[in-house]
């Protein structure tokens, strides 16, 4: 068990541009979840995945957002035409059904800064 | 969604009992109260997770009345490695719907000397 896995650690983009994340889950945890956390504030629920069937948004996600799991393995996070608002810690984490039900693992996240 | 309200800060000195409460009035009866700890510039880790009276494990205890309308996090003998963010978490675990987990601001505990 390695643990989950973000790429990168750090992004600092130009506003407009466009973003990919990278998130590798421990093996054969079925969920993947994606969060954001700003200053101050706790996570901030994203999106999840079962497997590759993207279940459910957040109404934060706006369009510029989309997230994919081909195959259920790792997954990605694509912002486009960032914004200064956009400039926080994007945190994955992965669960599976065990002892504790869904206990959620998290990565180390990625941050962001758009300038 | 069960909202939850935590303190915003605690301090504590290394070897104290440090009590961390956390109101969730509207609880619903699937929900379970989930506490994480998470240091700077890392994600969250999972302490402890109960649905009624006590849990105890390795690290902490978590106390929940009979009403479950708040919950109480208990380290025992807390060190400085322990200075961290406290966050409570209230949901219904068994489905795992992510949207039914919310973090609030969670408590920074602050360990000295």
């Known amino acids: 068990d390695t643990g989950v896995s973000q790429d990168p650690r750090h992004k600092i983009t130009k506003r407009g541009q466009n973003v990919t994340f990278r998130c590798d889950p421990i093996s054969e945890h079925n969920r993947l979840y994606w969060y954001r956390q700003t200053l101050g504030q706790g996570p901030e629920f994203l999106t999840y995945?079962?497997?590759?069937?993207?279940?459910?948004k957040s109404r934060l996600l706006s369009d510029r957002f989309s997230a994919e799991r081909p195959k259920g393995s790792f997954s990605t996070l694509e912002i486009q035409r960032t914004e200064q608002g956009d400039s926080a810690m994007y945190l994955c984490?992965?669960?599976?059904?065990?002892?504790?039900?869904?206990?959620?693992?998290f990565g180390p996240g990625t941050r962001l800064t758009v300038t | 969604l069960a909202k939850t309200t935590q303190p915003i800060s605690m301090d504590s000195y290394e070897g104290q009992e440090v009590n961390i409460t956390c109101s969730h009035n509207n609880i619903a009866t699937n929900d379970y109260i989930t506490w994480y700890q998470q240091f700077p510039s890392q994600g969250p880790r999972f302490i402890i997770q109960g649905y009624k009276t006590k849990v105890t494990n390795e690290v902490a205890s978590l106390f929940i009345p009979a009403d479950r309308k708040s919950s109480t996090l208990s380290l025992p003998r807390v060190s400085l490695s322990d200075t961290a963010v406290y966050y409570c978490?209230?949901?219904?675990?068994?489905?795992?719907?992510?949207?039914?987990?919310?973090f609030g601001t969670g408590t920074q505990l602050k360990v000295e000397l």
């Open positions: 995945f079962q497997n590759e069937a993207q279940l459910e």
């Open positions: 984490a992965s669960s599976h059904r065990g002892a504790r039900g869904y206990e959620q693992y």
């Open positions: 978490l209230v949901g219904d675990i068994l489905t795992g719907g992510g949207n039914k987990l919310t």
